[in-house]
């Protein structure tokens, strides 16, 4: 049986999944990877869950792939190797409820891929990004695809062949982050943040999440069809209309997700 490199719970509709290595500095190997990804498609199956949550015990969030890992492997293992690694960045994208990501300490490599691909992110002041793997002769390849989506082609190739380590302040900046906060603040931040999420219909999160990232792959007319068609199909839902009800009536919505 696999240790619990990853702790999981739900706190009133959010489920918080906890990378569990602290010893590894929370680094990715197949167990851990694996568990990570089992655990994500799970919240995303759970009815009673509206919002994911990432946060890690320890005192960073992730180092990135165990270095181990990278010896003694043919090329179509190391294929496989790390399409399980990459995986969380299809997971997370395909997964119709919001994730985002509590970060303190480090977070490189492999483990800041996935703050780049989580849809929101809040972190400590004293937190720190880098896609960092060209330092000791390998490639952040996998973290570049969600990072450039964000901050574009210049930004990436600075970061990827560099290796530069950024602030959290910097990544605020880049659009990388959410918010900035300090430390001590840094678990009732992203609570909050997720409660306000809960609050809201949750078939208009799933609607506008879908619809946001599939815009990114269409041009910019056949986009906004598709928007147009997920908000229509929206607005047939019981949910507006309680919604819509809840509003005129001066009271807190009760959603049904019909």
């Known amino acids: 049986m696999n240790e619990m490199n990853i702790l999981v719970e739900k706190q ?36 009673d869950i509206r919002v994911v949550v990432i946060r890690a015990n320890g005192p960073q969030f992730s180092t990135g792939i165990t270095l181990d890992e990278f010896k003694g492997k043919s ?8 399409a399980v690694m990459d995986e969380h960045n299809h997971t997370i994208s395909k997964m119709k409820k919001p994730v985002i990501a509590s970060v303190k300490g480090l977070a490189v490599a492999n483990g800041a891929g996935l703050v780049f691909a989580c849809d929101m992110a809040v972190a400590s002041e004293d937190a720190r990004f880098g896609t960092t793997a060209i330092n000791v002769g390998l490639i952040c390849l996998g973290p570049a695809a969600p990072l450039m989506r964000q901050v574009g082609r210049k930004k990436t190739l600075e970061m990827v062949l560099t290796g530069d ?24 931040a992203t609570m909050k943040l997720a409660q306000k999420l809960v609050a809201k219909s949750p078939l208009a999160l799933q609607i506008g999440k879908t619809g946001i990232y599939a815009m990114e792959d269409l041009p910019y007319h056949k986009g906004l069809n598709y928007l147009t068609e997920l908000f229509a199909a929206l607005c047939v839902t019981e949910d507006v209309q309680e919604g819509l009800a809840a509003f005129r009536e001066k009271r807190s919505p009760e959603w049904k997700m019909k």
């Not at 090329?75 to 790390?82: G, P, Q």
């Open 12 to 47: 009133r509709h959010i489920g918080i999944i906890t990378l569990n290595r602290p010893d590894s500095f929370n680094t990715f190997n197949v167990p851990f990877a694996r568990q990570l990804n089992d655990n994500l498609k799970a919240f995303d199956r759970d009815q």
């Open 75 to 82: 090329h179509k293992e190391f294929r496989e190797f790390l």
């Open 165 to 188: 380590m950024i602030s959290a302040d910097e990544a605020l900046r880049l659009g990388l982050l959410n918010k900035v906060v300090p430390a001590e603040q840094l678990e009732e």
